[in-house]
């Protein structure tokens, strides 16, 4: 029996920020209902990881009661530390025996026992090396890493019917905003506070997945540093909110600088994908999350890379009510929205 689908929040619980946006199904195409984010506090996250969970619930519950989002369900994912991608070849089978296969063999796959992982499978095409087989994207992810996180998200409140990747959410929300490039690969890099998610998609399949250490918060350390000065202190300079007249030429420092580790990183991280796609190149780049709203950061690495690169505004094409959302508003906070998006499209029921 048919069911109608769920909508579903997309929910994103950062290290900066907790993000929720809801949408539904209009006659315009995706019609956004919600959206809104919370900070976390600072004690509550250390080096990227989630120590106070109980301070992340109270900031999800706050943010759920400011926006009217009741109990429910929703899509939420983990980052790509805690998920194992491989794309392996298999004899073509159906899906079913494919995943019987793959639960008997996944010590071969992946170094973990099958009573240790969630394994999570999608056949992706026919391969293009041998005949009669199949290339199968394998997700296998820590059961113990996603239990805490699906705990914390039920002391909260929600029924977490969908978790997903950040690397699919985040391809998926770039889908959605700028359909599939057939002919293109695409670099979609999200620069958080504290990590980097890059997913390279080839007409519209995610061909290679990278997790990086960096992020927002270097910089804010770095300008703590630099100037001498607290890091909310830091912060507020960074984001220009702050009315003390930082010197110029300290705070421009820290940015390049930190600007410049990050140009080191993306090129290591590229030069992987090279070794394994020589023959691949790379088109475009779209920068999404919080730290992709630095100004002039596109041009930056654009100088740096040779890739052309440009900001990601996912609510581009989603149909709004600008008299309940301020479009100029939408604008700024779109980039930093985009895994929550990316999570917010998914349906209940979704592998
Ligand atoms: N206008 C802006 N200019 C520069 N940096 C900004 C701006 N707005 C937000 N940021 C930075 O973006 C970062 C937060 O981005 P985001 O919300 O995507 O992170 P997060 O998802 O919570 O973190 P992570 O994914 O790393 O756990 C912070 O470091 C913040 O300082
Ligand atoms: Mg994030």
Redesign the pocket.
Known sequence: MLRKQKDLVGV????????MVQLTEGKAGHRLVNLG?AL?PHEA?SE?RIQRPEMVVETLRKLAKNLKIKPGSIAASI?GYEVMIKKIEMPTMTEEELGVQLRREIAQYVPYKLDEVNVDYEILDVSKRRAKYMDVLLVAAKKEAVGSYVNMLRTAGFDPAVIDV?YFALSNAFEATYGVFAEENIVLM????????MTIVQAGRPLFTRDMTF???S??HRIATELGTSEENA?RI???LGAESADRARLEKAFVETLAEWTTDVKRALDFFFSHFPEAKLHRIFL????????GLEKFLEAELGIPSEVCNPLQHIDVDAGRFDPAYLQ?IG??MT?ALGLALRRAGDK
């Open positions: 994103d619980v950062g290290s900066y920020a907790v993000k984010m976390v996250v990227g980052s950040d999200d620069i958080g506070a504290s990590k980097t998610t992020g927002g918060q910089i804010t912060e960074k984001l220009g999404s999350g919080g730290s992709a709203r630095i100004p700024q980039p930093q895994i």
